[in-house]
């Protein structure tokens, strides 16, 4: 089945999504897919081109997704925060054949963005659309950070995506009368997955948030009746320690589900118990979305002392290094560039760099082998915030590493070898020079003489990460 054949069984609603800027029917999002879709056409988009757009968590974000497959093209989607670096080596990776974004675009040689506002109005109506043959079963490209610094664009197919919104409805007990909240920019596959795809497979409601506010979030939990929301730890501890807190401005949600670091079970208890719903571990990635959960009657305990279980043909397995590794239908297929999916895919099994102990199918946790900092549910490479800091003249050489954090799950914090000094003043006003995403930028800067290194030359991050519960520090006053 391709994405826009399940979307389009759905059942109508008055209220399909709900944004900042409006509430807008079945009806209303169809007419500007076909329009949007007709225009790309016209501007001769063809089955199997790729279309980058870079929008703000909106109805607009759900509509270039949907038109894209109207018409059998490619999305790609361009994470909202990304700094122009970011961007111009997606760009250079999936090579669009248009762009599709707001005002605040950087300069990106050679493409010239278009909005969904200037699409819609250079067709007619949807009935000018009629859907295209898809070339091949790509649907999206999402990136996400590799190990050389670089993003990688994940590539997913119509049949990963559609099998993943389906068996996800299934496992949460998603129906019509449920509403999702989604504060998640729309280029992560958490956010496609809850912003797209599910209302899609369930025909619920989704309300969608350009930037997470925890008291406008509790006006739209009450006011949408809100059931069901999935997010780092930091957007539920946000939510509860926030001044207009009450009880009551949550009734009617009934589960929340969480992955990332942070996820402990002393957490997982106080939002039951605080929030009054079922609280959920999940483990996922964007080249794995939502691999492992929890069914929404499996065992309490089950649920946040460990990140879940498989369902339907998905398996998972733990090699001899401890290393846990996936099979099954809702993977991607790969990366754009062949040789990281030959590294990390291997014989229908992806190789997730992340270490874990199995127990009866119910998969936990315990570690990373790669070098990922994971931010607020943003994946980070400590290789590309390195890069960045080593281009700077006043710094000799940096390793970057997580520093655990209460609110964040973790924050970057960064080791340098600058002689002549180097402070987090300093820092940030480099990253902002580069064009870096703000949610990279380190949030602590240790000077030292040297970095300590392994026999095998390699720094030994371990031991930074132990000195970062050691000493003094310099830390950032606010998170950007």
Same mark, same amino acid.
């Given at each position: 089945?391709?994405?826009?054949?399940?979307?389009? &069984?759905?059942?109508?609603?008055?209220?399909?999504?709900?944004?900042?800027?409006?509430?807008?029917?079945?009806?209303?999002?169809?007419? $500007?897919?076909? *329009?949007?879709? =007709?225009?790309?056409?016209?501007?001769?988009?063809?089955?199997?081109?790729?279309?980058?757009?870079?929008?703000?968590?909106?109805?607009? =974000?759900?509509?270039?997704? $949907?038109?894209? #497959?109207?018409?059998?093209?490619?999305?790609? *989607?361009?994470?909202?925060?990304?700094?122009?670096?970011?961007?111009?080596? =997606?760009?250079?990776?999936?090579?669009?054949?248009?762009?599709?974004?707001?005002?605040?675009?950087?300069?990106?040689?050679?493409?010239?963005? &278009?909005?969904?506002?200037?699409?819609?109005?250079?067709?007619?109506?949807?009935?000018?659309?009629?859907?295209?043959?898809?070339?091949?079963?790509?649907?999206?490209?999402?990136?996400?950070?590799?190990?050389? %610094?670089?993003?990688?664009?994940?590539?997913?197919?119509?049949?990963?995506?559609?099998?993943?919104? &389906?068996?996800?409805?299934?496992?949460?007990?998603?129906?019509?009368?449920?509403?999702?909240?989604?504060?998640? @920019?729309?280029?992560?596959?958490?956010?496609?997955?809850?912003?797209?795809?599910? @209302?899609?497979?369930?025909?619920?409601?989704?309300?969608?948030?350009?930037?997470?506010?925890?008291?406008?979030?509790? %006006?739209?939990?009450?006011?949408?009746?809100?059931?069901?929301?999935?997010?780092?730890?930091?957007?539920?501890?946000?939510?509860?320690?926030?001044?207009?807190?009450?009880?009551?401005?949550?009734?009617?949600?009934?589960?929340?589900?969480?992955?990332?670091? %942070?996820?402990?079970?002393?957490?997982?208890?106080?939002?039951?118990?605080?929030?009054?719903?079922?609280?959920?571990?999940?483990?996922?990635?964007?080249?794995?979305?939502?691999?492992?959960?929890?069914?929404?009657?499996?065992?309490?305990?089950?649920?946040?002392?460990?990140?879940?279980?498989?369902?339907?043909?998905?398996?998972?397995? &733990?090699?001899?290094?401890?290393?846990?590794?996936?099979?099954?239908? +809702?993977?991607?297929?790969?990366?754009?560039?062949?040789?990281?999916?030959? *590294?990390?895919?291997?014989?229908?099994?992806?190789?997730?760099?992340?270490?874990?102990?199995?127990?009866?199918? #119910?998969?936990?946790?315990?570690?990373?082998?790669?070098? $990922?900092?994971?931010?607020?549910?943003?994946? !980070?490479?400590?290789?590309?915030?390195?890069?960045?800091?080593?281009?700077?003249?006043?710094?000799?050489? *940096?390793?970057?590493?997580?520093?655990?954090?209460?609110?964040?799950?973790?924050?970057?914090?960064?080791?340098?070898?600058?002689?002549?000094?180097?402070?987090?003043?300093?820092?940030? +006003? #480099?990253?902002?020079?580069?064009?870096?995403?703000?949610? !990279?930028?380190?949030?602590? !800067?240790?000077?030292?003489?040297?970095?300590?290194?392994?026999?095998?030359?390699?720094?030994?991050?371990?031991?930074?990460?132990?000195?970062?519960?050691?000493?003094?520090?310099?830390?950032?006053?606010?998170?950007?």
């Amino acid at each position: 089945m391709t994405l826009d054949g399940l979307l389009a &069984v759905a059942l109508a609603r008055d209220d399909l999504v709900v944004d900042s800027r409006g509430r807008y029917s079945s009806a209303e999002v169809g007419s $500007r897919v076909g *329009a949007v879709a =007709a225009a790309l056409t016209a501007r001769n988009v063809a089955p199997g081109d790729r279309v980058a757009f870079r929008l703000p968590v909106g109805v607009d =974000a759900v509509v270039a997704y $949907r038109a894209c #497959w109207r018409i059998g093209a490619v999305a790609v *989607a361009l994470h909202p925060a990304a700094g122009s670096h970011q961007l111009v080596q =997606a760009l250079e990776q999936a090579r669009p054949a248009a762009v599709v974004a707001g005002d605040d675009f950087p300069p990106a040689p050679g493409y010239r963005p &278009v909005s969904v506002d200037e699409l819609a109005g250079e067709a007619g109506t949807a009935a000018s659309a009629p859907a295209g043959a898809v070339t091949g079963d790509d649907a999206v490209v999402m990136f996400t950070s590799g190990s050389t %610094g670089a993003p990688r664009g994940v590539v997913h197919t119509h049949g990963s995506l559609a099998y993943k919104a &389906v068996q996800l409805a299934g496992a949460h007990g998603l129906t019509r009368d449920d509403c999702a909240l989604v504060p998640s @920019p729309l280029a992560h596959v958490a956010g496609l997955l809850h912003g797209v795809l599910l @209302p899609g497979a369930s025909a619920m409601k989704t309300v969608l948030m350009a930037r997470w506010e925890p008291e406008e979030a509790l %006006g739209l939990i009450e006011r949408e009746s809100v059931t069901y929301m999935v997010g780092p730890p930091t957007l539920f501890t946000t939510l509860m320690d926030c001044d207009g807190f009450e009880p009551s401005r949550t009734a009617t949600l009934r589960m929340i589900s969480c992955g990332g670091a %942070g996820v402990t079970p002393a957490f997982c208890r106080r939002a039951a118990d605080t929030l009054g719903v079922v609280v959920k571990r999940s483990y996922g990635s964007t080249e794995a979305p939502t691999f492992a959960t929890s069914r929404f009657d499996d065992p309490p305990e089950r649920m946040i002392l460990t990140d879940g279980r498989t369902f339907g043909e998905s398996r998972m397995r &733990v090699d001899a290094s401890g290393e846990l590794w996936l099979a099954g239908p +809702e993977l991607a297929r790969g990366y754009l560039e062949p040789a990281d999916t030959k *590294a990390a895919f291997v014989d229908g099994w992806f190789r997730t760099g992340d270490l874990a102990t199995l127990d009866e199918g #119910w998969v936990t946790i315990t570690g990373r082998l790669g070098d $990922r900092i994971i931010r607020s549910g943003e994946n !980070i490479s400590a290789t590309e915030v390195e890069q960045h800091l080593e281009a700077h003249p006043a710094v000799l050489q *940096a390793a970057a590493v997580a520093e655990p954090d209460d609110r964040l799950g973790e924050r970057v914090a960064a080791f340098v070898v600058a002689p002549g000094g180097f402070d987090l003043a300093a820092c940030r +006003e #480099w990253f902002t020079r580069r064009g870096a995403a703000r949610f !990279i930028t380190p949030e602590r !800067i240790e000077v030292v003489d040297e970095l300590p290194v392994l026999a095998s030359g390699k720094v030994d991050r371990m031991k930074l990460a132990a000195r970062l519960r050691e000493g003094s520090s310099q830390r950032a006053g606010a998170a950007p």
